[in-house]
C-alpha cells in the first residue's frame, strides 16, 4: 500500500515538471517514426522498453506522402514523433501542427544542423527545367540549404542514437539507464559498420556513376565515392529532353559504369538514358523498401547499399 502511494505521488511529481511517467505502462510511451531507417534506430534504442510506430512503410516515399486516418491518429496518440523535418517530409507539417500538439517533437535536421551538407547545386547536380503549359521554363529546386538525407552516414547515425536517447529519456525517465544502455551498444554496432563499408566499398570509390536523384551525399562523402550526378533533383517529375540529352553526354564523357535507379520511382527512364551508352543499370535504396521495419533494418539497408554499388560498379558486374 506505501508503495504505490509512493508511485501515485513521484507519478504526480513528475507530471507538475511537465514530464510523462511510464513506470505503470508496459509497452514504454507511444513513439511515432516517420521513416524506416530511422525507425530502426529509433527501436535499437527502444529495445526492452517499446516499439515505435513508422509511418511510411513498403515502397512509400516522402516525396509528395499522403497521410491516411490511421497515421493521422497514431499522431494524435504519440507522446514523442521523430522525423527529419520539414524539407523532406512537408507532408507532416500540418498534422504535426494540429494533431500532434501534445507530442515531444523530435525534429532531427534541427538537431543535427551543424554538422548537415550543403544541397549540390551547379553541373550535374542542376534541378531539371521543365517547359510549362504556359511555355515558360519552370526550375525546379528542393527547398532549403541542406541536404536532409542525412541517416546514410553511420557517423551522423550515433548523433541521431544520441538525440532519440535523450528525448525518450526525457518523455520517460524511469526507463533513462535502460534507453542509455541501448544507445551505447547501438553505436558500437554503427562504428563497426562504418569500418566495414570502408573495406568493402574502397575497391570501387574511383569509379564514376550516376543515381536517379540526390540522395546519397552523405553515403558518397563517408566513402569517397565517385558519384558524377543525378538524373533529376525531383523524383515526382521526369525530366525534360534537355536534361536527358545532358546526363546521356555525361554517362560518354566520364565512361560512366553505371546509372542507380530506384524502387520507388520508375526505371524506365533510366533504361531510356542508358541505351547505347554500354553502362549498366543496378538500383540503389536510400529508405529500405522491401527490408522488415525493426533494429536490424537500418544495417541492413547500408549494407544493402554497398554491395548494390559494388555489383553495378566493378569490373564485369559481378
Not at 511515432?32 to 515505435?52: I, T
Not at 497515421?71 to 512537408?90: C, I, K, N, T, Y
Not at 517533437?105 to 534541427?110: C, D, F, I, K
Not at 553505371?258 to 531510356?272: D, H, R
Request: proline share 6%; with cysteine.
Amino acid at each position: 500500500m506505501r508503495k504505490s502511494v509512493l508511485m501515485v505521488l513521484f507519478t504526480a511529481y513528475l507530471l507538475a515538471q511537465g514530464v510523462v511517467a511510464w513506470a505503470a505502462t508496459p509497452q514504454g510511451p507511444k513513439v511515432v517514426v516517420s521513416l524506416k531507417p530511422l525507425h530502426s534506430l529509433v527501436a535499437g534504442v527502444m529495445q526492452g522498453v517499446g516499439e515505435p510506430r513508422l509511418l511510411i512503410q513498403g515502397s512509400g516515399s516522402p516525396h509528395g506522402y499522403v497521410l491516411r486516418p490511421s497515421e493521422a491518429r497514431l499522431l494524435a496518440d504519440a507522446h514523442l514523433v521523430v522525423w527529419v523535418g520539414h524539407q523532406l517530409e512537408s507532408f507532416l507539417e500540418k498534422p504535426l501542427s494540429t494533431l500532434g500538439t501534445n507530442a515531444r517533437q523530435l525534429e532531427l535536421a534541427e538537431e543535427l544542423e551543424s554538422a548537415l551538407l550543403p544541397v549540390r547545386e551547379g553541373g550535374s547536380w542542376d534541378a531539371d527545367h521543365h517547359e510549362a503549359g504556359d511555355g515558360q521554363s519552370e526550375h525546379l529546386t528542393e527547398h532549403g540549404e541542406h541536404d536532409p538525407h542525412f541517416w546514410l552516414n553511420p557517423l551522423l547515425a550515433k548523433q541521431m542514437v544520441e538525440k532519440t536517447a535523450a528525448a525518450l529519456a526525457e518523455i520517460d525517465p524511469v526507463h533513462q539507464q535502460q534507453y542509455r544502455e541501448n544507445a551505447a551498444r547501438l553505436k558500437l554496432r554503427l562504428d563497426e559498420l562504418h569500418a566495414k563499408l570502408k573495406v568493402k566499398l574502397a575497391p570501387v570509390k574511383h569509379i564514376p556513376y550516376l543515381v536517379f536523384h540526390d540522395a546519397y551525399q552523405y553515403f558518397e562523402a563517408a566513402y569517397g565515392l565517385n558519384a558524377a550526378g543525378s538524373i533529376t533533383i525531383d523524383p515526382e517529375r521526369k525530366p525534360g529532353v534537355r536534361r536527358v540529352r545532358e546526363i546521356r553526354g555525361k554517362i560518354k564523357e566520364l565512361d560512366a559504369r553505371c546509372v542507380f535507379s530506384e524502387p520507388q520511382f520508375e526505371s524506365k527512364l533510366v533504361a531510356t538514358i542508358i541505351e547505347g551508352s554500354g553502362a549498366r543499370t543496378g538500383v540503389l535504396d536510400p529508405l529500405g523498401a522491401a527490408l522488415p521495419a525493426g533494429p536490424e533494418s537500418y544495417f541492413l539497408l547500408l549494407n544493402g547499399l554497398a554491395d548494390n554499388l559494388v555489383t553495378g560498379l566493378r569490373e564485369g558486374g559481378r
